[in-house]
Every structure is written in C-alpha cells, then in structure tokens.
C-alpha cells in the first residue's frame, strides 16, 4: 500500500500505512525507506525508518499519504502506454536476470498497487507513482514484470497507461476538492497470471538514458473466489435507499454534497435493468481513492439517464470506521475500498474493478450494458 492506494479493510482504526519486507537480491547493498502511517482523522501521523543491512534483503517502504494542494478538475486525459518493445523483454529470465540485463539503477521512486485481488488469468492491474517526497508522479513511462515467487520465469513486460481521475467541474465534490491527499491519476495495465499462488512484482521505469528499478510488494493470486467475478451472477444484497433513510442521506452517504445514487436498491434492480454498484467512502477512505472515484461515477450518470441504476454503497456501519464494515461489503467478501461492479440487465457481472478508475474507463464499461 502506497500514499493514496488501498490497504486491507481493518474492522478497527488503525494506521493507514504498512511496510513491505522482501528478501530479494537487486543492487546488493543496504538501504533505508521511510513510511510515512497516516492515522484516521483525527488522530496524529508517525513516522517510522526501517533499515535492512544485509546484502540480498531490500526493505521496501510503501508510504500512506498522496500530498498535493491542486484541485482534480481539469482535463479527462489518457496517456497511451508504451510500445512493449520500449522495455527489455523478459524470454524466460528471472526477475534478477531482467534487472541485471537491463542495468537498471535502483529508484528513488515508490510504485504502488491499488488492489490486491488477483485471480489467475488476466488481471487489471492498477498503480500509483509518487517520489519520496510524498508527490505523486503524473508522467513516469513504466512497465511491470511479474514472476512467481522463488525465482521463476517472468512475465512481461507490461507497458502501463496513465488515466486522469480528473471530472468536469460540476461533478467535482468539496469532500475531494478539499482533501489533499485525493488520488490524481492512475496507471493500468493487464498482467497474465497463469497460476496460483505468490507472485514477484517489479517496475522498470524508462528514463533518458537508461531505466530504473522498483520493487513492488509480492502479490498473492487466487483465494478471493467469493468476490463476484465477471460472468457471475452477485449476491441479492438491500442496498439502503434515500426513502429507507427518510431522506436523512448523511445516514448513508459520506460525501459532501450528497450524491445522487441513492434512489435505487440494488436487490430490486439485480436482473432487471443494468446496474452500477460502487462500494467506496468519501470521507472515511484508507486509499484516499473514493471521493474521486465516486466523482467519476456521478460524471458517467449524467451521461445514461434512467437507462441504468447507479448505486453508491458506503462501507462503514453507521458511517463510523470503528463499528466495522456494513454487511454488503461482508456479503461480496470485499477486502479493500473501493471497488465497482457493472452488472447487465440478466444480472450478469460484466466488469469489476478494485481500486481507482477514470470516466473513460468506467464510461466504456457502462455502454457495454446499456446498450
């Protein structure tokens, strides 16, 4: 878990922040990362140093906070990623292989999952980028490579688009307007995966005259198969409406102001028309990924009308992150916020995505069950 992406969902306040150990031999000498843990609000920040000396061990330091003033509206970019032959193709080498081919020198930056629910097959793979000093980076032209644990062949390499999560003015909430830590961009790109089981991750990171290297934590693949996946048909979860509430939407809604996707229970819709069920929470987020997200979903709304149900599902009970989680999120089994489900009008999942995710993307997921 990086500054701004998802981390495991606590039932309890806790720190938002972790530090990734890995034995994994790059440059052969020491290093020292900081993680900066970002308590909830209301509580202070810490933060902790953490040294490794041996040769072969890198401690990778993933920090918890995105720092930036800029406001998110503006323009809805997409960065095509590079060519695959812009990065050294892995054919059968180990990750240290890749690393030692390519001649990479070590990063100052900190690349940064904003999920962790992999299957095997291909996979969405979303990150962020940010320097040391806590910014995000907007513009790296990064490929990843993966490779099961202990040595195996990687994969690779994967080029990586950047999306703005940018939206129009209108649609920009004060929650994210005027939380400095809201998620700016993200990068996707696909990973095949073809096995269970823990997984290698690393990023080359073009540069002038060169590349260089960041490790990511290791991933594990398979285990989540209670998450509904594309093709499955979801729970019938009661997802709570404006009328449950008697229009008192701070019982169920973070934002500020109010969201308009709340008219709609999704137990009544499952089936019946095409749905988008967004489970994130604005003003509680551990990612600081919801209030943009939830920015984004509004956006798309706009543009279907009634045609499709959008429904925004909070995570907390009562709103309080210290009473744990709501029972839909128990009933999908979601581990991390936010995550978004785009369900035809036979009930059918078509597209499911954890983590951060742009108006294009969620745009092009929508038409596909709309129409």
Known sequence: MARGFPAALP????????????????????????????????????????????????????????????????????????????????????????????HAQRSNLVVSPTGRVFEPGDNRFGFGVFTVSREQVTDAQVAIYAAPSGGGEAEGPYPARID???????????????????????????????????????????????????????IQVGGFQRIPDVGERPLRIHTPTAADVHGNLSKIDTRAPHDDMHSVDFADALGRKPVVLLFATPALCQSRVCGPVVDVAEQVKSNFGDKVAFIHMEVYKDNNASEGLRPQMKAFSLPTEPWVFVVDRNGIVRTRIEGAFSVPELEDAVRKVAD
Not at 94 to 102: K, V
Not at 172 to 201: F, I
Not at 212 to 218: E, F, G, M, Q, V
């Open 11 to 102: 039932s309890r306040v806790s720190l938002l922040c972790v530090t990734v150990n890995q034995r994994f031999p790059l440059w052969g000498h020491s290093v020292t990362e900081t993680t900066w843990c970002r308590r909830r609000p209301g509580s202070q920040t810490s933060t902790t140093t953490a040294a490794t000396t041996a040769a072969s061990a890198v401690n990778t330091a993933v920090t918890c906070m995105a720092e930036t003033n800029a406001s998110r509206a503006g323009p809805m970019r997409s960065v095509a990623a590079r060519a695959a032959s812009a990065f050294p193709p892995a054919r059968g080498k180990t990750l240290d292989q890749i690393l030692s081919a390519s």
């Open 164 to 218: 703005s999560l940018a939206v129009n003015p209108q649609f920009e909430s004060q929650t994210t307007r005027s939380d400095p830590d809201a998620a700016k961009d993200v990068y996707v790109t696909h990973l095949k995966l073809d096995r269970s089981g823990n997984w290698d991750l690393l990023a080359l990171i073009k540069q002038d005259d060169g590349y260089s290297a960041s490790l990511l934590p290791s």
